[in-house]
């Protein structure tokens, strides 16, 4: 009886846990945008910008994603940083745009 009843807790606080951890989790587009917004903070060519918020974000949501999303997501970040790169000026000054916009809006959700 004692068993049945921490079972019965344990799957209650599990049903109840569940949900709002699925609604903290990010979809892969999602993920795989904040890896290009990471590759963007990086690189050096735009200036300096602080990484450690995306960092942070993207260690949360990693656990528990498909090899190829993170593989995906590795590729978007190591792109950015390459165009990045190689932009010119006007290349760059809308890449500095979606770092400071897009990509700082996704850090903060």
Known sequence: MRIA????????????AAPA????RV???????ANRCLGLT???????????ALKQFIKDQR????????DRA????SDAKRAASKADEA??????QERDGACKDLAAS
């Open 5 to 16: 009843t921490i079972l019965f807790a344990a799957a209650s606080i599990a049903a109840v």
């Open 21 to 24: 951890l699925a609604a903290e």
């Open 27 to 33: 979809t892969d587009a999602q993920f795989i945008q």
């Open 42 to 52: 990086e690189a050096k060519a735009l200036g300096e910008a602080d990484p450690a």
């Open 63 to 70: 656990p528990g994603r498909h090899v190829f999303t993170s």
């Open 74 to 77: 590795d590729n978007a970040r």
């Open 91 to 96: 290349a760059k000054a809308s890449l500095i």
